[in-house]
């Protein structure tokens, strides 16, 4: 199903831009994260008291908070913005002693892009990075669907600099089948996409098959182009557990700024 397509395996300046300007589908990197740990890691996750489940649809459960939930209603973004910093560091002891996964690339990144990677500040306000899901084993896939927050937040001075927007997963357990990450090179306008609209993605009727499908190992980093279209294939035979970070691109000469 892969139809050509542009890869990178190393984290590099070059290759952070080049996805951010879609000259790359994406990046690949494996493993990024000691296999061996991700399987304690996700028992850890269903006894904290961070682990919200969901009843329905093919997510079993989150731990974290997600910026999305908060583009319609003020409440919702001033808890958001609330708890960020406690959450960050509740985040963080899930996986002491091992250093999480986002911290882990976020540090990379703060090392390697020449101005440096940072949790995102809209407004003076911290945003929090890091959102772990869980897909239920037998569920079905998710929308397809383009995460460009330009859409939603187009007031917040950090977000009219972004020029692109990236998505980080790192993979903490894949089942046996199912489960992957479809790619699509398409970008609809905001327009299209309404036109399209279901949920939080769009409907999957009358879209041409995806150029790309990939099924990452546990540990694995990927990192996408999220203003392009793209969903996850439902698991099959075991739960599909993942932490996300968006990273907002505004050239290379601003820092890059993570949040989920
Ligand atoms: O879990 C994944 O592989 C991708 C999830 C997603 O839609 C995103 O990171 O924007
Ligand atoms: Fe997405």
Redesign the pocket.
Known sequence: MINEARISTSLTPESIADLALGKLDYIHITPFYPQEICNSIVERFSKSDLYISYTEGPMQAKLGQQLYWGYDSPEIMERYYKNAPALMRRMRELYSPYISPIDKLRLELDDLWPHGATLACFEGKKLSAGLV?ILRDGGGP?EP?Q?NLGWHMPDIDTVKGFTGQI?A?IYLAMPPSGGE?QLWRKMFTKEENDARAKSYGIKAEGLPPPDISLSPEVGDL?LFN?RRL???NGARGGIRV?V?S?IGFSGTEKPLMFWS
Request: charged fraction near 15%.
């Open positions: 899901r998710g669907h995460d998505g997963n990450l990927v999220t793209h969903c996850i993942s996300a968006f």
